[in-house]
């Protein structure tokens, strides 16, 4: 009996088996470990990003020297951040932003005129983000609002 046709059919299958087994362990790998820290990281980039825009807008949106004015300034924010919304709200005389991954978030301290009195409002990801400056009895007032300019 000659058994010469049996050899290369067995080592092929042994190659296919050596490479599912090296393909299945490189994903594993991958997707266990390297690939979410790299997307965590990215997105914490991308979240201190957004925050520093933000906060830029806010600032922008106020006339300096102003006692009494009124304005509407659009603010572009991207509309996911790791592929979820995300939301932006004020704490005092801060943003701060609001996201379901504990990787991405963050506070930044606005430095606005002494002439504003208070800031309130907050802006979901994905809507029309709207700064209103407002003039009052007191002093300005800065509102985040969700809607159009």
């Known amino acids: 009996?000659?058994?010469?046709?049996v050899a290369p059919v067995v080592e092929k299958t042994l190659t296919i088996g050596i490479v599912a087994l090296f393909l299945a362990g490189m994903t594993t790998t991958l997707f266990?470990?390297?690939?979410p820290a790299a997307r965590d990281a990215t997105a914490e980039s991308i979240g201190d990003r957004v925050l520093a825009l933000?906060?830029?807008r806010v600032e922008q949106a106020i006339p300096p020297n102003a006692t009494h004015a009124t304005a509407r300034t659009?603010?572009?924010l991207p509309p996911t951040i790791r592929g979820e919304g995300y939301a932006i709200a004020t704490d005092g005389r801060?943003?701060?932003l609001d996201h379901p991954s504990d990787a991405?978030?963050?506070?930044?301290?606005?430095?606005?005129p002494e002439a504003v009195t208070s800031i309130t409002g907050s802006w979901q990801s994905?809507?029309?983000?709207v700064v209103v400056v407002d003039s009052t009895a007191g002093g300005l007032t800065v509102e985040l609002r969700e809607g159009t300019v």
């Open 104 to 112: 991405v978030g963050g506070r930044s301290r606005l430095v606005l």
């Open 74 to 76: 659009r603010v572009d």
């Open 32 to 35: 266990g470990g390297a690939v």
């Open 54 to 56: 933000a906060t830029e």
């Open 94 to 96: 801060s943003l701060v």
């Open 126 to 129: 994905g809507g029309v983000t």
């Open 1 to 5: 009996m000659d058994n010469r046709a």
